[in-house]
């Protein structure tokens, strides 16, 4: 009984998978082929479309005298192209100097904390030299103390003293 219902479910899976692919694709098939029969089977064409419309507006038709009562376009439109580029030149160049200038404070800044920077570290430098050198006296005083202490230990000690 296993094998017939197993062989009943890949007949129906084959079927559910037939039926898909044909609602997938068949509709794109179906417009395909009618387009296909009706060019070939019948050569009657489309009647020419009769069209009324008026011709599309050009820009200048729109606006034909568009600027022409602006005295600053009128004058910018007169100028060379060799004038517009030095115009544009001289643009260029402040807009340099502007940025040379904003570097420059920047860069005098960025001077002024490094050595802010460099003062503050020297004078860490110079604190750490002066605890490292009352270290080392305050080191040397601990091992003299301990030498003295000793010395005064063994008198007591060859004079009957018994420590603690």
């Known amino acids: 009984m296993s094998r017939r219902s197993g062989a009943c479910l890949r007949c129906c899976l084959v079927i559910f998978a037939v039926i898909s692919a044909l609602a997938v694709c068949g509709p794109a098939l179906y417009w395909r082929f009618k387009k296909t029969i009706r060019l070939s089977g019948s050569k009657i064409s489309c009647p020419p479309c009769i069209c009324d419309c008026p011709p599309p507006l050009s820009l200048l038709k729109i606006a034909p005298d568009c600027g022409s009562d602006d005295p600053d376009l009128k004058r910018e439109m007169e100028k060379q ?23 420059n404070v920047t860069f005098a800044e960025a001077k ?16 750490t030299e002066t605890c490292e050198e ?15 202490t000793s010395l005064w230990e063994q008198r007591a000690r060859q004079l009957g003293w018994e420590g603690e």
């Open 134 to 148: 009352a270290r080392e006296q305050a080191e040397a005083l601990l091992i003299r103390e301990r030498k003295i």
């Open 81 to 103: 192209f060799v004038d517009l580029l030095t115009e544009e030149l001289k643009l260029q160049e402040a807009v340099a100097e502007e940025h040379i200038h904003h570097m």
């Open 112 to 127: 002024r904390v490094a050595s802010q920077y460099q003062r503050e570290a020297e004078k860490c430098n110079a604190a």
